[in-house]
């Protein structure tokens, strides 16, 4: 198990941090949607909960109708792998809104820490950059995710970053999980009916 | 395009358009050619070109969360791409709208479409999709109208499945 990368309960702490109100999250379902819950829970998150390999495209979808605000997919490198022809599919449309960040630990915490395809060497970085995904940042160090904390921030392209994290498990922070309940109240709060 | 005055797949493109339907998700397809066609040369909709079918389900429910309405257009083959993704729009009771062009049926020339063709509709329906058939062209806008109108009042998963014989065979020695 890797003790190299970032602390993925700080970093996403550190992203969160000063959240604005149109910012709007999309976690994957597992470790990235506990992080996010343990980061404050806000009525702009929707927890996912399953739809594995989905969360880049319902990021996509939310950006396209909402372009006035930014759009920030946060998930993990297994769910991301399995969902990996989302990256050509916005590679193509390229919201200026969104910005798809994969906490990178090499593994699926989830299920036992199996070694994932990024443990293997597939290069996720490269990937988005080869779908067409010009700011593409590969995040290793404190100093790095300060400038991804600024650019999502000052978000004008669609941005990729792959964080690598430390393959650990912190105890489990759970949200909601009513789905409809989940949908209903990130409507409400963005003012859509 | 037999019978109706106006061809179905504009008649489905004018009805998306009433419905105010703004992302249209589709893999390629030479039945939906048209539609994707119309939906592509349209500046109001984002047309969005999938690499697989399950894609264009996580689109629209990212769409209705942003309060935005969206389409799915496929092939037969590509329903069996979305069975697990379609979870979400079930759990979260969200619309979804599918225009499925069916292949392994009327005069179907390629036997690897049967298999997943046969078994269209009850996987739709284990998948709690409400399923319209349409085989005529003059049933095509009523119809997609009416899914339309159940998909998003209703936040419910609605398919149209369109017939191979609307369609017309696949000429495969040109």
Not at chain 1, 79 to 105: H, Q, R, S, W, Y
Not at chain 1, 161 to 169: D, G, K, L, Q
Not at chain 1, 178 to 183: C, F, I, N, R
Not at chain 2, 8 to 37: C, M, N, T
Request: glycine letters at 10%.
């Amino acid at each position: 198990m890797s003790t190299d990368g970032l602390d993925r309960r700080a970093a996403m702490a550190l992203l969160m941090a000063d959240r604005a109100d149109d910012l709007l999250v999309v976690p994957g379902l597992g470790s990235t949607t506990y992080d996010l819950a343990a980061a404050g829970d806000n009525d702009r998150n929707f927890y996912l909960w399953g739809a594995m390999g989905g969360a880049a495209m319902i990021g996509l979808g939310l950006a396209l109708a909402q372009p006035a605000r930014r759009v920030a997919v946060v998930t993990g490198d297994g769910e991301m792998l399995m969902g990996l022809g989302a990256l050509a599919t916005i590679g193509l449309k390229k919201p200026k809104n969104l910005a798809i960040i994969v906490f990178d630990n090499g593994v699926y915490g989830e299920t036992g820490m199996q070694p994932s395809h990024t443990r293997g060497g597939a290069d996720l970085v490269a990937v988005a950059h080869a779908c067409g995904i010009s700011a593409c940042m590969d995040v290793r160090d404190e100093a790095d995710l300060e400038e991804l904390a600024r650019r999502l921030d000052d978000l004008s392209a669609t941005l990729f970053a792959r964080v690598a994290i430390r393959a650990e498990e912190p105890p489990r922070v759970l949200p909601l999980r009513d789905g409809v309940a989940l949908k209903e109240r990130f409507r409400a709060a963005i003012g859509v009916r | 395009m037999t019978g109706a005055t106006v061809p179905w797949a504009d008649q489905l493109f004018d009805v998306l358009k009433r419905g105010h339907v703004r992302q249209v998700g589709y893999v390629p397809d030479a039945g939906h050619s048209r539609l994707i066609e119309r939906c592509r040369a349209d500046a109001d909709i984002h047309d969005v070109a999938l690499t697989t079918e399950e894609e264009g389900v996580a689109l629209a429910a990212g769409a209705w969360l942003g309060g935005m309405r969206s389409a799915l257009l496929m092939q037969s083959s590509g329903v069996g791409n979305c069975i697990n993704m379609l979870s979400l729009p079930r759990t979260c009771r969200m619309p979804m709208l599918m225009f499925i062009t069916m292949r392994g049926e009327w005069e179907e020339f390629n036997p690897w479409q049967v298999p997943m063709g046969s078994i269209v509709e009850p996987v739709l329906k284990l998948c709690e999709a409400h399923v319209h058939r349409v085989r005529k062209p003059e049933e095509v806008a009523p119809t997609a109208e009416q899914a339309l109108r159940e998909a998003f009042n209703d936040e419910r998963i609605v398919a149209v499945v369109l017939s191979q014989e609307l369609i017309g065979k696949k000429v495969w020695v040109k």
